[in-house]
C-alpha cells in the first residue's frame, strides 16, 4: 500500500502558564459557580428552606412579646413594630446564609482535600472570586426571596401586609448585603483551617454584628444609650439592614445615601481582599 504522501499538521502545546481561551475562561467560571450554586440547592431543605424556620420563629416570638401594635419612633415617625421587625429578619437570613455557603465550601475543600479540584482548573484569582462570592449571592437572595414570601404570607393573614417604598434600595442593599458577606466568608473560609476556627468566626463576629445592628430595634430610640448608635456607627451590617428597612418603611436611621455608599465601598473592599487571597493562595496551596 501507498503511503501517505501528506504530512501530518504538528499540534503544538500552549507554553505553560498560557491561556488560550481568551482573557475570561467562561466555560470555567460558570461551572464553578453552577458547582456552588448546585451544591446548596442538593440539600435545599436544610440550606434554603430550614433559615425560614429560624426566622418565622423570632418574627412570632419577638410578635407575641412586645405585640404587633406596639410602635416605634424612627425620625419622629411611629412606626408600628410589625412593619420594623420584618426586613431586618430578612436581611439577616440574607447575611446568615451568604457567609455560610462560601466559608463552608473552602472549609469543607480544605478539611476533605478536595479544594485541588479548584485549585487545578485554568482559573484566575478574579474568576475564583466571582464563582464563590457570586454563589453565595445567590443563596443570600434565594433565602432572603423565599423568606420574605414566608413573612409577607404570614403578615397578610395576621396583621396586614408589609408596606414597600422604594424598590430599588431594597435590590440594592440585599445585593450589597450578599455580595459583602459572601466575600467575608471565603475570607474566612481561606483563612479557617478546621471547623472549629470557622465557628469561631460565626459566634463572634458574625452572629454580635448582625444582632447589634439594628435588626430588632432602632438604634435611635428613645430609651437606647447614645453609645448604642455611636458603636452602631462602626458596624457593617448596621448600613446594610438600616438601608434596606428604608426601602420597606420609608424611613431609616442613618442617611441612606452615606448608608449606600459605605456599603458598596465595603463590598468592593471585602471582594479586593478576597482576590488577593486566592492569588497569594492563602492556606489553599501547600
Not at 437570613?93 to 465550601?105: E, R, W
Not at 393573614?157 to 448585603?177: D, K, M, R, S
Request: charged share 10%; aromatic share 12%; glycine share 10%.
Amino acid at each position: 500500500m501507498a503511503r501517505d504522501s501528506h504530512p501530518t499538521a504538528k499540534v503544538e502545546a500552549p507554553a505553560f502558564g498560557e491561556r488560550r481561551f481568551g482573557p475570561v475562561n467562561w466555560l470555567g467560571l460558570w461551572t464553578l459557580f453552577k458547582k456552588e450554586v448546585m451544591r446548596y440547592l442538593k440539600v435545599a431543605a436544610q440550606t434554603v428552606f430550614a433559615p425560614i424556620i429560624t426566622t418565622m420563629l423570632y418574627l412570632t416570638v419577638f410578635l407575641v412579646a412586645f405585640g404587633a401594635g406596639r410602635e416605634t419612633e424612627m425620625e419622629g415617625q411611629l412606626i408600628a413594630f410589625a412593619a420594623f421587625l420584618p426586613p431586618g429578619l430578612i436581611m439577616m437570613a440574607v447575611l446568615s446564609n451568604a457567609f455560610q455557603n462560601a466559608s463552608s465550601s473552602l472549609i469543607i475543600g480544605k478539611v476533605q482535600g478536595s479544594v485541588v479540584d479548584v485549585l487545578m482548573p485554568p482559573l484566575s484569582a478574579a474568576e475564583l472570586t466571582v464563582a464563590f462570592v457570586m454563589g453565595a449571592a445567590v443563596r443570600g437572595l434565594m433565602v432572603g426571596l423565599v423568606t420574605a414570601f414566608t413573612i409577607g404570607i404570614f403578615m397578610a393573614l395576621t396583621g396586614g401586609p408589609i408596606p414597600i417604598h422604594n424598590v430599588a434600595a431594597i435590590l440594592y442593599f440585599a445585593l450589597c448585603a450578599s455580595i459583602m458577606l459572601g466575600a467575608i466568608g471565603a475570607i474566612a473560609g481561606m483563612w479557617a483551617e478546621k471547623f472549629d476556627q470557622l465557628a469561631l468566626i460565626t459566634n463572634f463576629v458574625i452572629t454580635p454584628l448582625t444582632f447589634l445592628s439594628g435588626t430588632f430595634y432602632s438604634v435611635k430610640r428613645e430609651g437606647i444609650p447614645a453609645w448604642v448608635a455611636d458603636i452602631s456607627a462602626f458596624n457593617p451590617l448596621f448600613y446594610l439592614i438600616d438601608g434596606f428597612r428604608y426601602g420597606f418603611i420609608g424611613v431609616s436611621d442613618a442617611p441612606v445615601s452615606r448608608g449606600a455608599v459605605i456599603s458598596l465601598a465595603l463590598s468592593a473592599a471585602a471582594c479586593g481582599v478576597t482576590y488577593v487571597l486566592f492569588k497569594r493562595g492563602y492556606k489553599l496551596k501547600a
